[in-house]
């Protein structure tokens, strides 16, 4: 399979616990993009990488959340001090430069 | 001025039938205008993308209408099939710009009935 892949699928944690999130992006697509998408919502923007640099962040990122993109190929995203509302569908999205996104199955997090 | 605006919220359609899901944008800089599919539990699908050249695509049984001068497009699926029952997102986005950062609209559950 040559698509977006996300690890975990599932993660239930409890409030307060540090989670992480990995992105596999299609190989030579060089853009990667996080979102989150809660129930009933459409996916909201968080941040982006183009290589691994990280070039534009969204206020909905707090202080907790930190992604890395180290070698410029996967991607983490860490959720520090998890609280109930952290719960969503995390989405990432590749793209190569003519910015066309397909998005991976997600991670589905739920704080309890 | 970075909403997208979307509805119906949900839509029931008879199969053979066709589903018309309408989107409104303000931020007349946006140039890329794509639909996403999601089915549930599952990452959103690109189906068809448009830009504002254009005012209409049409890809199968998928066909995006453009209305530049409203800020509205929408998504036609015709001949609508059981299979199409999914959840349906509009987007926009600057195409131009160094980063493409999707806004989204809320979504349309579309249910088409046997």
């Known amino acids: 399979d040559t698509g977006v892949s996300q690890n975990p699928r599932h993660k239930i944690t409890k409030r307060g616990q540090n989670v992480t999130f990995r992105c596999d992006p299609i190989?030579?697509?060089?853009?990667l993009y996080w979102y989150r998408q809660t129930l009933g919502q459409g996916p909201e923007f968080l941040t982006y990488?183009?290589?691994?640099?990280?070039?534009?962040k969204s206020r909905l990122l707090s202080d907790r959340f930190s992604a890395e993109r180290p070698k410029g190929s996967f991607s983490t995203l860490e959720i520090q001090r998890t609280e109930q509302g952290d719960s969503a569908m995390y989405l990432c999205?590749?793209?190569?430069?003519?910015?066309?996104?397909?998005f991976g199955p997600g991670t589905r997090l739920l704080v309890l | 001025q970075q909403q997208v605006k979307q509805s119906p919220q949900s839509l029931i359609v008879q199969k053979g039938g066709i589903s018309i899901i309408n989107c409104a944008y303000e931020?007349?800089?946006?140039?890329?205008f794509p639909w996403y599919q999601q089915f549930p539990g599952k990452g959103p699908a690109l189906l068809i993308a448009?830009?504002?050249?254009?005012s209409e695509k049409k890809e199968g049984r998928f066909t995006i209408s453009f209305n530049k001068s409203a800020k509205q497009f929408s998504l036609h699926i015709m001949d609508s099939q059981p299979g199409d029952s999914a959840t349906y997102f509009c987007?926009?986005?600057?195409?131009?710009?160094?980063?493409?950062?999707?806004?989204f609209g809320t979504g349309t559950r579309l249910l088409v009935s046997p």
């Open positions: 999205a590749s793209s190569s430069t003519d910015g066309t996104q397909y």
């Open positions: 190989s030579e697509h060089n853009r």
């Open positions: 990488f183009q290589n691994e640099a990280q070039l534009e």
């Open positions: 931020n007349t800089a946006f140039d890329y």
């Open positions: 448009i830009r504002p050249d254009v």
């Open positions: 987007a926009a986005s600057l195409m131009n710009t160094g980063f493409q950062k999707l806004v």
